[in-house]
């Protein structure tokens, strides 16, 4: 464990001698221990430290585990509890979880199994912190002009600040990116901050239409300019006149309406189909697309003078793959959206299923995360988001794209005893520390694993001994020589 994000620990029992030997244990496994004799001071504790587990005894004088749970619980909701119960009173631990306990450890304990328990309650009252967080840091952007964009990654914080940057100019903004990445919030975050309230903001997706009406569409039309043009039409440059026009993937527009667009770039005017009358434009272009324009430009599909007009300014926005710690918050986002859209309580998503969204390539960027938290709000029969409730392509995603995460090296000529020590440790590690699965998993019993591992901590004892008998020798030496 890193030092320098050590996780806390709060031991309670009115047994020095169990508070001692859980201190040391916790201790070497990189763990800040506070210690408390009674429940009175553990909640002393609990109100000045930031703990992360509890682990405490049932049967205690005064006030015992059951009482402190809930008043814990009361101080610090936050806080995991685990209970330390005699087989005797096994029932009432398990009633204590009904009260918010995460798990409770029978007397006798093994070090590995205590040690388990605790890694996990770390991890899981780190998820609950964590989404905490996330819900205040969306609950803050909800007033923030930002709202639409969800991001805190450093590239997709270089990406507003550039469109803050060129907001308040009138320069053409090309806006480049993958399908589904957000090109349209930060042209819309550019219009908002630029052009200020009232103006105009314009969309046409420029793919969408054919040339004909594409055409039309961007310039207008006079009555009678084509069959069934029975009335006169302003089009989307005279609809945008004084604010912004965003034209969307500007890439797929064909040779003959790229001239006709050029044109009003050049001199800002028009004239609308079947019309002679010439239409001045003031109009702000911003482009988004997905196409490499120089590639299309090297292919004569695309013009290299509107191109540079188009051009002035680009901002470059990220994959989603390339910006992984915005998917939690991103999570979070469309949870909350689509439970409410649904009326339906989702509290949170599990950290197997984020993990596996995490880890998830997102070809359809924000849009395509958008439509799996939807999916799994609807059909979830939980509260919790689980893998069961994600697509089979995105649940499976762990064990296609991470192939390699799940081989390990055995180097050549490594003994036989200690091939085998190496196959158990790393499947317990990827197995979450659990022996059952384990087992399983390699073909033998729980037993054998608890056997290899008991021997495995003597060993290690053992040469933790004789590296502390040795480093005082060599203290014992430099003292003779001095």
């Not at 998993?441 to 290690?460: F, S, V």
Request: glycine content about 6%.
């Amino acid at each position: 464990m890193n030092n320098s994000t050590k996780q806390t620990v709060l031991i309670v029992d009115d047994q020095e001698s169990i508070r001692v030997a859980l201190s040391k244990m916790l201790s070497k496994e990189g763990y800040e221990v506070f210690l408390a004799e009674s429940g009175e001071s553990a909640l002393e504790i609990l109100r000045e430290k930031k703990i992360n587990v509890m682990l405490s005894d049932l049967k205690m004088h005064k006030m015992d585990g059951l009482q402190l749970l809930k008043a814990s619980k009361l101080i610090k909701p936050e806080v995991e509890v685990i209970l330390i119960t005699a087989h005797g009173t096994i029932e009432k631990a398990v009633g204590a979880m009904k009260d918010g306990a995460y798990d409770f450890i029978t007397k006798p304990f093994k070090k590995i199994v205590i040690t388990n328990m605790i890694r996990k309650a770390v991890e899981k009252q780190a998820l609950v912190v964590e989404n905490k967080y996330l819900h205040e840091q969306l609950a803050h952007s909800e007033h923030d002009r930002h709202a639409d964009i969800i991001g805190q990654s450093a590239v997709m914080c270089d990406v507003i600040k550039l469109a803050e940057q060129v907001a308040p100019s009138q320069a053409s903004v090309l806006i480049q990116g993958e399908s589904g990445t957000g090109k349209e919030a930060i042209a819309s975050l550019i219009h908002s901050i630029g052009a200020g309230t009232g103006k105009p903001f314009v969309k046409i997706s420029c793919a969408a239409l054919p040339d004909t009406l594409l055409e039309s569409e961007l310039f207008g039309y006079e009555k009678g300019a084509f069959t069934g043009a029975v009335n006169q039409k302003e089009g989307r440059f005279e609809l945008a006149h004084n604010g912004t026009l965003f034209l969307d993937e500007i890439g797929e527009i064909t040779p003959s309406i790229q001239v006709k667009l050029l044109r009003v770039l050049q001199e800002g005017e028009f004239e609308r189909l079947g019309g002679t009358r010439v239409i001045k434009s003031n109009v702000r272009i911003i482009s988004a697309t997905n196409v490499d324009l120089a590639n299309a430009i090297k292919q004569k599909r695309f013009r290299e003078d509107l191109f540079y007009r188009l051009n002035v300014i680009t901002i470059d926005i990220p994959p989603l793959r390339e910006r992984r710690e915005d998917i939690p918050l991103l999570i979070s986002h469309f949870l909350k959206i689509y439970q409410k859209k649904n009326n339906k309580r989702v509290d949170g998503i599990s950290e197997e299923a984020q993990d596996i969204m995490t880890e998830y390539q997102w070809p359809g960027n924000v849009r395509e995360i958008k439509n799996v938290i939807e999916r799994a709000v609807v059909l979830t029969q939980d509260r919790i988001i689980t893998q069961k409730d994600l697509p089979g392509n995105i649940a499976g995603n762990i064990a296609g794209d991470n192939t390699e995460d799940r081989k390990f090296s055995i180097p050549f000529g490594m003994p036989l005893r200690e091939i085998e020590e190496k196959i158990i440790i790393e499947t317990l590690k990827r197995s979450n520390g659990d022996k059952e699965v384990t087992a399983k998993l390699l073909g033998i019993t729980p037993r054998t694993i608890y056997r290899k591992m008991n021997l495995l901590e003597e060993e290690a004892e053992k040469e933790e001994l004789k590296k502390e008998e040795r480093r005082q020798e060599e203290e014992d030496d430099d003292n003779t020589n001095s």
